[in-house]
């Protein structure tokens, strides 16, 4: 039942994500082709944000995929 759910939000995921392109193309656009390190990833993650809904943001920047490491959720899925 868990794989199930995740493929739906998975599939959920990667449709916002087009619908969002099709629907604001230049602003994704600039979203996309910003690049950031992962240090200045690192240097502005809402700590505070974190802190207010009690996320250890220590281990969400731990966590974080290195960005030429990023694939899509549905790949992860399909393996």
């Known amino acids: 039942m868990q794989s199930r759910s995740a493929f739906t939000c998975g599939m959920l995921h990667s ?10 193309p230049a602003e994704t ?6 690049q950031q390190s992962d240090d200045e990833i690192r ?3 809402p700590r505070q ?3 207010s809904i009690a996320l250890d ?3 969400a920047l731990a966590d974080l995929a290195a960005l030429d490491s990023l694939s899509s959720g549905l790949d992860g899925l399909l393996e």
């Open 49 to 51: 944000v974190a802190q």
């Open 15 to 24: 449709i916002g994500q087009l619908l969002i392109r099709l629907a604001m």
């Open 57 to 59: 943001s220590e281990a």
């Open 29 to 34: 656009a600039s979203i996309d082709e910003a």
């Open 43 to 45: 240097d502005t993650f």
